[in-house]
């Protein structure tokens, strides 16, 4: 596995991808056509393509494209801690929330 390939990929999507670089199609110009390629289900080329890591040339051809290393951030269940700055946001925001419906039910009320 690449370095750079994000954890998030199938096994049949990283041979697609470590394939397609071995091949040389890392440019537009080098793009190899599907059948040189592993073969992949559309849903999973679809993936790739949606994530930007392999895009198509021309009609059915593909390459692989890294404008920089793709690197996914491990999860962390871990919130941000709540500060003073962000206790005030949360209350103005739930405040407007509860204000806004107020205001246009008495702006639009008959008198």
Do not use: C, K
Request: hydrophobic share 50%; no cysteine.
């Amino acid at each position: 596995m690449l370095p750079s390939t994000p954890h998030s990929l199938s096994a049949a999507q990283r041979a697609f991808v470590e394939a397609a670089e071995a091949l040389g199609a890392t440019a537009p110009a080098n793009a190899r056509p599907l059948p040189e390629l592993p073969r992949l289900s559309g849903r999973e080329l679809d993936e790739l393509v949606e994530i930007g890591l392999v895009r198509e040339a021309a009609d059915w051809r593909y390459y692989v494209f890294r404008s920089q290393p793709v690197v996914t951030a491990p999860f962390s269940s871990q919130a941000a801690p709540w500060t003073r700055g962000r206790y005030l946001r949360t209350f103005l925001f739930w405040l407007i929330v509860i204000l806004i419906p107020i205001l246009l039910v008495r702006l639009t009320s008959p008198r």
